[in-house]
């Protein structure tokens, strides 16, 4: 028998005779195989999710006192080699009607991201700074950052924690701390932790935590289903749990792959509308 049979049969031998194990044996027993947390969400980040993107938002804001404001939305999402484009337009209620964002999200880790926010009652496009991105959006509990869905991977050192099982699926548990404290003041946050479903690199479940270090906001993604064969989000909720207010997030109307205009994706659009 050689030294790694006769080592593994001591192990058994040991087990099977009731002696515990020393902490250093069982980690030469356990296959090394884990990803490691920065591998996680770049495979998260790299998950197939289509070279264009329609759909209809409908979005649900509810009050401490279980009072609701309901808005609809059109968002399209396109793809530029590893970049992205994205615009959301407001389509109801009629006081809000054609409030749009615009965004501009490189794959560069050095090229800060671009967003324009249009407000039509000012006639006015308010472009976005890295320093604002943690400012909250249009009165829901998702900042502008949150609005890409997707964490810039540069602004975190990331850790696996473990696997934890979360609505009956199996998940790494993932925790992202700022990089510096000027990024964790931009972003709103001191730590995020994300659980991603091992089956297929999807986000189910993440926390927030504020400056203070104090327990901010849970996100919890209720419902995913392939449409075109790309996972997708039907129900999205993001919870703040230090006011007990909530923004619901229902998708439908999913088409991908459709062709769309590069001219949807400009500053003109933003100020036009969705017609």
């Given at each position: 028998m050689?030294a790694?049979g006769?080592?593994m049969y001591k192990y058994?031998l ?5 002696f515990?194990?020393?902490?250093q044996?069982?980690?030469c027993?356990e ?7 920065l ?6 980040d790299?998950?197939?999710d289509g070279d264009?993107?329609q759909?209809?938002?409908h979005?649900?804001l ?7 404001r ?7 999402r396109k793809d530029?080699?590893?970049d992205?484009k ?7 209620p009629a006081n809000?009607?054609?409030t749009?964002?615009l ?5 560069d880790p ?7 926010l249009?407000?039509?009652?000012l006639k ?6 890295s320093?604002?991105?943690g400012?909250?959006?249009m009165?829901t509990d998702?900042t502008f950052?949150d609005?890409?869905q997707?964490p810039?991977l ?8 473990g696997?934890?099982e979360i609505?009956g ?5 993932v925790e992202?701390?700022?990089i ?12 995020l932790?994300q659980?991603?479903?091992k089956d297929n690199?999807?986000?189910i ?5 504020d400056?203070a270090?104090r327990?901010l906001?849970?996100?919890n ?5 392939q449409?075109s ?8 909720e993001m919870v703040?749990?230090q006011s ?7 998708f439908?109307k999913q088409a991908y792959?459709?062709d769309m205009?590069?001219?949807?994706f ?10």
């Open positions: 050689n790694n006769d080592r058994a040991l087990i099977m005779l009731g515990t194990v020393n902490a044996t069982q980690a027993a296959p090394v195989n884990n990803p490691t947390g591998e996680i969400m770049q495979a998260v790299n998950r197939e264009t993107l759909q209809d938002i979005q649900i509810i009050d401490r006192n279980g009072n609701k309901e808005r609809h939305m059109i968002s399209f530029y080699g590893k992205k994205s615009i959301v337009f407001f389509a109801k809000i009607r054609d749009a964002l965004t501009f999200d490189y794959d050095n090229a800060d991201d671009d967003q324009w249009y407000l039509p009652a006015k496009v308010r472009r976005i700074s320093s604002d991105r400012d909250y959006f009165g998702f950052e609005m890409k997707t810039e540069q602004d975190y050192h990331w850790k696996l924690l696997s934890e609505h699926f199996d998940c790494w548990k992202g701390m700022p510096s404290n000027d990024v964790a003041r931009e972003l709103g946050y001191s730590r932790v659980w991603v479903r690199n999807f986000t479940q993440a926390y927030y935590w400056q270090g327990e906001k849970h996100l993604i209720t419902e995913l289903k449409i064969g790309i996972w997708s989000s039907i129900h999205i703040n749990i007990n207010h909530k923004t619901r997030l229902e439908s792959n459709t205009k590069n001219r949807l400009t500053q003109r659009t933003l100020k036009r509308g969705y017609r």
